[in-house]
């Protein structure tokens, strides 16, 4: 979706009136509140509608994601619900459960209202597209078009989870804000709360303390008295619940796709946590969406950015120009002029436009694409090579476009739970500078450790631009039960420094597939494919390409013990890594390239 040049902000109203902690009845009779703006006027409207779980009253996220006065000048009525059992709603609070119901409801009283003119749009990022797409499943009459952004397809792989990896900094730190916000409720209503709050401030003091923190499952900082009042109960649910089975199926989007009838306005960060679920809402949607409209309507916008409603053009240690930044595109522009087009029905040419707008780094500028990953692609495979001593950036390790023809010696390394790789980089979140890095950043920390193989290509006589899908094929093999392993893609500039591109995790036990465990044979060689997920990228002429292989990414998730066992195990083991590349055994990792 190209942005719009056209300014019709402020056209149809003067003024704005907003009615506040507005009572709406769920079919259960639990009262959920919303704050109301709209056009003073009397005429009727349509409706754009944001449930969130953080606060309608925090300005952030009132205002940020879509401005409700900008859009009130548009000629709209903005509803900005707190979810069930958040802030002033009634009910308990268990995320994604009860979102889809409370959503069409929701949605339903919106288009019934007085100055309601029937038709209502959803907007919002992160846990609000949740709502967003979990509303849509269920295809309420009123629903005409949504845009959800950075959220994802489903809430295991690449939400909770990563290739069978638990996602602990990012999960943790979202339950303390929803532990400390409960807690802090009982300053008022429940005194005897005040000790657990001590607590809580207790374990924030040190930033690493819940990730360090063994058994998983017995994570004292989300501990009640009993299991009634367990603070985060779903922390532990989630934690039960290790494969993609019928608990996580009930509530994932991707199961009802067919079910979702409407336009659909996906928002994506190449840095961002949810990169893969937001490009694979896109693909799916377009693939198993209900009906041609919506299979053909759904639309993607992707920038270089972080976790964010209105992002910077800064991605860690990079800068993409200022024309990255979601203000310069006007990003709540491009989803007014969205709704124009589905609730209004303004002919403004945007359901006959390329479907994706994508920003392309390392060129660092955005390109329209009449579906994503462009049509010209075509995959390059970069081999694994080495001497039999890729540890660390000082060792042997290559990169080679040609297949390996011979017998070549195997690399070693032995991973330690106990001293695992640290994080540094990637899409995630959100990290604390000084403990956990988050988007583009230099790799020389890890890249100095003798339990990280490095593989660098020689220096590139042209340009290389990828875009798509990113796959490493690993041939190894482990003295465990179970492992992880990891991998990284990375640019090397002209002076040798190296900065993160995408990356991957995989827990061995799930090569084969997320919905069933299956146990490594020690020391037995095996294709183990990981996925590094969704870029564009150009690797410009006189860099380098590089691949890091490791055995973990700590504290973005868990370690693994390399036991086998649960969350509630506490025993380390340590494990010899064997990475293979010879003829028989090809490492490689797979490259979208794009030809033109």
């Known amino acids: 979706m190209i942005p719009s040049s056209k ?15 507005v009572s709406i009845r769920m079919r259960d009779g639990t009262e959920l509140y919303a704050d109301i703006y709209r056009p003073k006027q009397d005429a009727q409207c349509p409706v754009l509608l944001m449930r969130l779980p953080y606060g309608k009253h925090v300005p952030a996220y009132r205002s940020m994601y879509l401005d409700p006065i900008r859009a009130v000048g548009r000629g709209y009525a903005v509803v900005v619900q707190d979810v069930r059992g958040r802030h002033r709603s009634e009910g308990q609070f268990y995320p994604y459960i009860n979102e889809a119901q409370d959503g069409y409801d929701t949605v339903e009283w919106c288009g019934s209202q007085p100055w309601s003119d029937g038709n209502v749009g959803m907007f919002g990022i992160s846990y609000h597209g949740a709502t967003q797409w979990l509303a849509a499943s269920e295809a309420p009459p009123s629903l005409k078009a949504i845009v959800p952004g950075v959220t994802s397809d489903d809430y295991y792989d690449s939400w909770t989870y990563l290739g069978g990896a638990f996602q602990l900094w990012w999960i943790s730190q979202w339950m303390l804000g929803f532990a400390e916000n409960d807690i802090g409720k009982g300053y008022t209503e429940r005194p005897k709360k005040l000790e657990e709050l001590d607590q809580m401030q207790n374990w924030l003091s040190d930033p690493l303390k819940m990730a360090k923190h063994l058994p998983l499952q017995d994570m004292t900082a989300f501990k009640g008295k009993s299991k009634e009042n367990d603070l985060c ?15 996580w199926k009930s509530f994932a989007p991707k199961e009802k796709f067919h079910n979702v009838n409407i336009p659909v306005l996906n928002i994506a960060g190449w840095h961002d946590i949810f990169i893969r679920g937001s490009i694979n809402c896109y693909q799916g949607m377009r693939e198993k969406g209900g009906t041609e409209l919506s299979r053909t309507q759904q639309h993607l916008i992707v920038g270089p950015w972080l976790h964010a409603p209105l992002p910077s053009p800064n991605a860690g240690q990079q800068f993409y120009g200022r024309s990255a930044s979601g203000a310069s595109i006007d990003l709540h522009g491009m989803q007014l002029d969205w709704f124009d087009r589905w609730l209004k029905g303004d002919e403004n040419g945007i359901d006959s436009q390329p479907t994706a707008y994508v920003f392309v780094m390392g060129k660092n500028e955005w390109q329209a694409e009449q579906t994503w990953p462009p049509s010209d692609v075509a995959p390059i495979n970069y081999y694994l090579t080495s001497n039999g001593a890729a540890n660390s950036v000082r060792g042997n390790g290559k990169l080679s476009s040609n297949p390996p023809s011979n017998d070549e010696p195997t690399d070693h390394f032995k991973y330690d739970p106990m001293n695992p790789v640290p994080s540094l980089g990637g899409a995630y979140l959100y990290g604390i500078p000084g403990v956990f890095e988050v988007g583009v950043q230099d790799q020389e920390l890890v890249e100095d450790r003798e339990d990280v193989l490095v593989y660098s290509s020689e220096v590139l006589e042209n340009d290389l631009e990828i875009a798509g899908r990113v796959k490493l094929n690993l041939w190894a093999k482990t003295s465990a039960y179970d492992t992880d392993w990891t991998a990284k893609l990375l640019d090397v500039d002209e002076l040798g420094r190296s900065t993160n591109v995408c990356d991957g995790i995989l827990r061995a036990r799930f090569n084969r597939s997320l919905e069933t465990e299956c146990f490594v044979d020690p020391n037995q060689v095996e294709c183990f494919s990981i996925d590094l997920g969704f870029t564009a990228m150009l690797f410009t002429k006189g860099h380098r390409i590089r691949v890091q292989v490791s055995s973990s990414n700590f504290p ?24 293979f590349h010879d003829s028989r055994h090809p490492s490689f990792i797979n490259l979208p390239r794009v030809n033109r």
């Open 233 to 247: 109960g779903y922390y532990y649910d989630w934690l039960s619940h290790s494969t993609y089975d019928d608990y």
């Open 556 to 579: 973005a998730f868990d370690r693994n013990l390399n036991t086998g066992k649960g969350p509630g195990d506490s025993q380390i083991v340590i494990a010899k890594q064997t990475i």
């Open 7 to 21: 300014n019709k902000d402020f056209q149809n109203s003067d003024s704005c009136t907003v009615d506040t902690n």
